[in-house]
Structures are given as structure tokens and as C-alpha cells.
């Protein structure tokens, strides 16, 4: 019974590119949620999606920052031409419909140079 | 209206004493409260959930309290041990809206042996 996979679990990216994070879901859990976390501080929500569906992306930066939950395939955070300021660790929560009691995976710890 | 206020946000207990992180929150539709451990460099883990209809719920040396008329709720660590030291969150959600969790900002938990 697998947890909440997220990889990679450690992503360095030089300024201006392109970081993907991704997560694959509990089985049978069709809800997805991703924070953001700086060191010492709490969990800052991002978004909340359901398979090919944004919930609420209330948390989302409006520009370089996207997340997608595909019908097949893992949840994606994509953010484009990452800046200092992005460096965080990512963490990726997922529950079943209906219940919100929220399960996490290990976090991407994304270092930008 | 969605906050949930966690306090302290710092704690030092002794070995073997009792570990308290108190919580509030104002939207009377939350229904589901669970509580987060988080240790460093690792995903918030599920330790222990209460709902409206029960005041206190134990799993071994962990109690959450909950007094629904004050709405508050809290979290206390029997017999406090050094692993128990770790960043705990409290969330609360609305079970009926399938929405998000809305988290605490987190208590800092240090046992000295």
C-alpha cells in the first residue's frame, strides 16, 4: 500500500529554467493538494485539484507558476523560469473524494542557484 | 472565518511531563479536526483526527481535546518523550464542501531529556 510518491526528492535548477515536480496519489485518492513550505515556517497552500479539474488555485502564484492532475499519469507543479525566491520544499498531500483527511508524501526540495 | 490560530508556537516540556498545543478557529461548518506531525525534512504524517460529536479522543499517549461551544481544540502528549520532538500542525475542514484543509500555523516542539 504505497503512500503519496513524490519525486524527484531533491531538484536543483540554475535561474530561468523550467522546474517540474510530480506526485502520484494514494490509491484510490482522487484529490490532490500542493504546499509550500520555507524552512522553520508552515505550510502555505497552493492548489487544489481533483482529476482534470482545478478546485482552487487560491494559493498559486498568477505568473510562471501551473499545476495539472491529469487522468492518467502523476499531478504536475510546473514552474517556469524559477527565480531565488522559488527555492522551498514542495509537498504534495492527497485524500480520498469526499474526505479530508489528507495524506503526505516526502516533499521535493527544490534549490535554485 | 477560515483561520484556525495554533498556540504556542514554541514549546519546551521535560522529559515525561505533558505537552499541550491548543488551537481555535471561528467557522462553525469545520466538522473534521486532525492534528499533523511534521519532522525535519520529512512530510507532515496524520497522527490523530477528532470530529464535532465526541469532546476527546486518545491514541496511546496522544488526546485531543475538543470543546465545540468555545471552538477550540488541542492536543496533549502524555508522558513527553525526546522523540516526540517535532512541529505540529492542527487543520480543521468543512467535510460536506469536500474542500481543503485550513492548517494551523504550527508549534515547535522540543522535549529535553
Known amino acids: 500500500n504505497a503512500g503519496v510518491m513524490q519525486n524527484p526528492r531533491h531538484l536543483v535548477r540554475r535561474r530561468g529554467q523550467e522546474a517540474r515536480l510530480r506526485c502520484s496519489p494514494m490509491?484510490?485518492?482522487?484529490?490532490v493538494y500542493w504546499y509550500r513550505q520555507l524552512p522553520e515556517e508552515g505550510l502555505k497552500f497552493m492548489v487544489y485539484?481533483?482529476?482534470?479539474?482545478?478546485?482552487?488555485e487560491s494559493g498559486m502564484p498568477k505568473e510562471r507558476f501551473s499545476a495539472e492532475f491529469p487522468k492518467e499519469g502523476p499531478s504536475i507543479l510546473r514552474i517556469q523560469q524559477v527565480v531565488r525566491g522559488d527555492s522551498a520544499a514542495y509537498f504534495c498531500?492527497?485524500?480520498?473524494?469526499?474526505?479530508?483527511?489528507?495524506?503526505f508524501g516526502q516533499g521535493t526540495r527544490l534549490t535554485v542557484v | 472565518q477560515q483561520q484556525v490560530k495554533q498556540s504556542p508556537q514554541s514549546l519546551i516540556v521535560q522529559k515525561g511531563g505533558i505537552s499541550i498545543i491548543n488551537c481555535a478557529y471561528e467557522?462553525?461548518?469545520?466538522?473534521?479536526f486532525p492534528w499533523y506531525q511534521q519532522f525535519p525534512g520529512k512530510g507532515p504524517a496524520l497522527l490523530i483526527a477528532?470530529?464535532?460529536d465526541v469532546s476527546e479522543k486518545k491514541e496511546g499517549r496522544f488526546t485531543i481535546s475538543f470543546n465545540k461551544s468555545a471552538k477550540q481544540f488541542s492536543l496533549h502528549i502524555m508522558d513527553s518523550q525526546p522523540g516526540d520532538s517535532a512541529t505540529y500542525f492542527c487543520?480543521?475542514?468543512?467535510?460536506?464542501?469536500?474542500?481543503?484543509?485550513?492548517w494551523g500555523a504550527g508549534t515547535k516542539l522540543i522535549i529535553k531529556p
Open positions: 487543520a480543521a475542514t468543512d467535510m460536506d464542501s469536500n474542500y481543503q484543509l485550513i
Open positions: 467557522n462553525t461548518a469545520f466538522d473534521y
Open positions: 498531500a492527497s485524500s480520498r473524494e469526499g474526505v479530508g483527511e489528507a495524506f
Open positions: 490509491k484510490g485518492h482522487s484529490h
Open positions: 485539484l481533483q482529476k482534470e479539474n482545478i478546485i482552487d
Open positions: 477528532i470530529r464535532p
